[in-house]
T-cell receptor, first 115, second 113 residues
């Protein structure tokens, strides 16, 4: 998984509780991304980062926030989890912007269940 | 609307057989097209990336083709193995000022002995 770890790998939580997912990379790549994957949908971008403290919204950012205080760490926070946020969350990294002709590497994923 | 459609949704083949997966897209203007393999419970792994000027790219037993005129791509798997059982995802990049990738929903391939 190209030097990318995600924690936790599995999480069960209750509606209304805050949840933070962590992505850690050892590749020193500039760009980091958070996606969610749901049945019947392609991977959808939540937020991404193009450097320390530089982040931007993706296509499904409502209800999520992110932070990047170090090159290697990118945190995804669900301020108040809802059942619609039950999903598998993937972190990804790339050296340049993801739509360029370079590979994007994905982490192993975090399975989140919101009851 | 930028879209990526893959077919079939699922496919079952016997070990040793060949198969071809299809990807049609309406993304414009086009920058590049990627194929990813995603094993169950794991993140996607890149197989190939093709730009507008490339019409074939191979990675071992995987060969991707691209017809930018008809906006179609295919992924051909030769002499399938049990380890090829996975989802295969087609992803298209739009040439734009903003970071933009459009993901297909994938083809689920099962290889049986």
């Amino acid at each position: 998984d190209a030097g990318i770890t995600q924690s936790p790998r599995h999480k069960v939580t209750e509606t209304g509780t805050p949840v933070t997912l962590r992505c850690h990379q050892t590749e020193n790549h500039r760009y980091m991304y958070w996606y969610r994957q749901d049945p019947g949908h392609g991977l959808r971008l939540i937020h991404y980062s193009y450097g320390v403290k530089d982040t931007d919204k993706g296509e499904v950012s409502d209800g999520y926030s992110v932070s990047r205080s170090k090159t290697e760490d990118f945190l995804l926070t669900l301020e108040s989890a809802t059942s619609s946020q039950t999903s598998v969350y993937f972190c990804a990294i790339s050296e340049s912007r993801r739509d360029r002709d370079e590979t994007q590497y994905f982490g192993p994923g975090t399975r989140l269940l919101v009851l | 609307k930028n879209q990526v459609e893959q077919s079939p949704q699922s496919l079952i083949i016997l070990e040793g057989k060949n198969c071809t997966l299809q990807c049609n897209y309406t993304v414009s203007p086009f920058s590049n097209l990627r194929w990813y393999k995603q094993d169950t419970g794991r993140g996607p792994v890149s197989l190939t990336i093709m730009t507008f000027s490339e019409n074939t790219k191979s990675n071992g037993r995987y060969t991707a083709t691209l017809d930018a005129d008809t906006k179609q791509s295919s992924l051909h798997i030769t002499a399938s193995q049990l380890s090829d059982s996975a989802s295969y995802i087609c992803v298209v990049s739009a040439l734009a000022n903003t970071d933009k990738l459009i993901f297909g929903t994938g083809t689920r391939l099962q290889v049986f002995p």
